[in-house]
């Protein structure tokens, strides 16, 4: 288990640039008065003393902001960091706090290998290196391949190391060149990540034409906070990223991205961001794009005319037909939902808006706090902010979406549901409940991804393993695990749902005090490479002096075309007087048979589907374990184990 620090903090020094001038284009500048008014003062300074930290040493509270227009600008609306940091020194939201419990660790190791058959290969944890309290928070996730190099993987995600830094960053990177097996942590020679005055919101792109890899993040250096970014033909060399912007604005939110890279396509190696502006029309969805391989980015799309949230786009590589997903949140907290689709057919220069569902309940166990605009997934105290979102995937026509919903009839918090669009996402079926189970456990939070072979893979978070109330920040009490359901007709039919990550995790924590305290990654994104499926979240499993706390873990199910080489591990465990060898191993396919070797004798032949245990009885001594597949031949290396 990785060693961290202690608490964290995204937001710790004094200015943004650029922040001091125009966070909104309108007459309630934030910036227009040299101080607090007295009501706002006072409520600053109990918010100050009741989290224990100051807010006025936050960087992304503009010097005189006047909290009496918070709301006007739309700011309590908008789901960034910076927008919570303006929340918590006006005193709408409370930061987050260290909290420490009694530490008894259960058998993590043990329980991934005695895993019920799950999806997914051994998880990998995304944060290496040193971690310094207490900027230790990672979470909220962008993944994306290289598919000419497969086993060359880059993960974005929100990452608290940098706010001691100057400049200031707020945004990581990690690289994979194996596949996914294990990452590496953008460092600098000075300890920090290679993203300055970005405060999160990842997106992470694989431009093909150029072989260039594109971040896109909140960017102080664009307009104060516009959408910028770094690039870079060497992810793994943490120098060599370079600044570019997208969009100079003010008030930029909740971005996403996609690159068709697709040799045949008529835009080959166009590039797409949207977002949100809450400078225009109280937050209107927007598309750039760049027609020059992201030289330039001035092409811009209005979507809508009035506020709807953008949850994420994609594309279909088939059809080259460009998807948004959005969301009509209809005032907020605990209320009703409208999914909506936006297509544009003709690379990004027109766009439609060819869906608009029923209204359902928003997820969620309460509001995030009084007044609050935002919903929680749990209480006491009011946890994980997140409205519903999902993410949509296509291929050959055929448009995919994943979100969230209330259960108002039997209190269910909220539930997977899949839509599915047989005509490129114009119409869509009946909502499909993905998780079967029957409690009213909560899933939350859902992604899927769309492979080359046809398949596609949902994953959530899903607290049906649970044996005890999730307590936010105790190590000791496991929560959730990420589950998936795989489909390998397009979403035709599905198989059951099953585990995709190792362990059941205990609820991470948010200590930090410059960051709402309900922050826990609002949305995560789901990329495909070849017929691999490959998923990041937010894990708790990694514990920070005696506190869970917000860490990123990827795994990855299919094949990526970056090898196939059969890994296998191994334990023992007495039962009584018997000794039991639990066996496990990636990649699988179940679709097929595979030989368990003990000292060079087959002695069970099973489905392929990465797990098995051999009963030695009584037996001692040493023993000597490979797979092999039946069909191909192919075996995993040797492993042996002591039996005294």
Not at 363 to 376: D, E
Request: some cysteine; glycine content about 10%; hydrophobic content about 35%.
């Amino acid at each position: 288990m990785k060693k961290k620090s202690n608490q964290s903090a995204f937001f710790n020094r004094r200015s943004l640039i650029g922040l001091g001038v125009g966070l909104a284009g309108v007459s309630l500048a934030l910036v227009s008065v040299g101080v607090f008014s007295a009501t706002t003062a006072s409520t600053a300074r109990a918010a100050q003393q009741s989290n224990g930290a100051s807010i006025f040493n936050n960087p992304l509270v503009p010097i005189g902001i006047d909290c009496a227009s918070v709301r006007n600008l739309g700011i309590d609306k908008q789901e960034n960091l910076r927008a919570g940091a303006i929340m918590i020194a006006c005193g709408l939201a409370e930061g987050g706090r260290t909290t420490s419990f009694p530490f008894t660790p259960y058998a993590e190791q043990l329980q991934q290998l005695i895993a019920p058959d799950t999806f997914g290969d051994d998880d990998a944890d995304l944060v290496t290196g040193a971690e310094n309290p207490p900027h230790i928070i990672q979470s909220e996730t962008f993944t994306a391949a290289n598919p000419d190099n497969p086993n060359e993987i880059v993960v974005a995600y929100n990452d608290s190391r940098g706010a001691a830094a100057n400049p200031f960053s707020f945004s990581g990177a990690s690289v994979s060149t194996d596949g996914g097996a294990s990452f590496t942590r953008l460092t600098l020679a000075n300890g920090q990540g290679p993203f300055p005055n970005t405060v999160g919101d990842p997106v992470i792109l694989f431009n093909r034409p150029t072989g260039t890899w594109f971040t896109v993040w909140l960017d102080g250096a664009c307009g104060g906070q516009g959408l910028g970014g770094f690039k870079s033909t060497n992810p793994s060399d943490a120098t060599s990223w370079t600044h570019f912007c997208v969009h100079n604005g003010s008030s930029d939110d909740r971005n996403s991205g996609w690159v068709d890279n697709n040799p045949s396509s008529p835009y080959y190696g166009r590039m797409y961001v949207s977002f949100n502006d809450f400078n225009r029309a109280g937050g209107a969805l927007f598309v750039r794009y760049s027609t020059d391989n992201g030289l330039t980015w001035s092409n811009e799309k209005q979507i809508t005319t009035s506020f709807v949230r953008d949850v994420q786009i994609t594309g279909d590589p088939t059809t080259h037909n460009v998807i948004l997903a959005g969301m009509d949140e209809m005032g907020g907290g605990l209320g009703n939902r409208v999914n909506k689709i936006y297509r544009s057919t003709d690379g990004g220069a027109t766009w439609t808006n060819t869906y608009s569902g029923p209204a359902f309940p928003g997820p969620g166990s309460t509001t995030c706090l009084s007044n609050s605009y935002f919903a929680c997934m749990f209480t006491g105290p009011a946890f994980w902010r997140h409205m519903g979102w999902g993410q949509p995937a296509a291929l050959n026509g055929v448009v995919s979406y994943v979100y969230d919903s209330r259960n108002t009839s039997n209190g269910d918090p909220a539930n997977v549901f899949y839509i599915r669009s047989t005509d490129g996402g114009v119409t869509f079926s009946a909502p499909f409940q993905l998780n079967t189970d029957t409690t009213t456990k909560r899933q939350w939070q859902p992604n899927i991804s769309a492979a080359e072979d046809g398949s596609l893979l949902a994953v959530w978070y899903d607290e049906r393993e649970a044996t005890a109330p999730c307590v936010k920040g105790n190590p000791s009490v496991p929560c959730y695990r990420m589950y998936a359901r795989k489909s390998t007709d397009n979403g035709l039919t599905w198989s059951e749902d099953m585990p995709f990550s190792d362990v059941v995790t205990p609820l991470p924590g948010q200590s930090d005090p410059n960051i709402v305290t309900e922050y826990a990654g609002d949305y995560d994104y789901s990329y495909q490479v070849g017929n691999a499926h490959l998923h990041t979240w937010t894990d708790g499993r990694v514990a920070i002096n005696s506190a869970s706390q917000q860490d990123a873990f990827f795994d990855s199910d299919g094949t990526t075309g970056g090898g196939s080489d059969i890994t296998l591990k191994a334990q023992t465990e007495k039962r009584s007087s018997v000794t039991l060898v639990f066996l496990r191993w990636r990649p699988r396919d179940r679709d097929s048979m595979i030989n368990i070797l003990r000292d060079g004798t087959v002695v069970k032949t099973t489905a392929d589907d990465g797990n098995a245990k051999d009963n030695l009885k009584t037996a001692t001594g040493t023993f000597t374990y490979q797979v092999c597949e039946t069909v191909s031949g192919d075996c995993s290396n040797e492993v042996q184990v002591t039996v005294p």
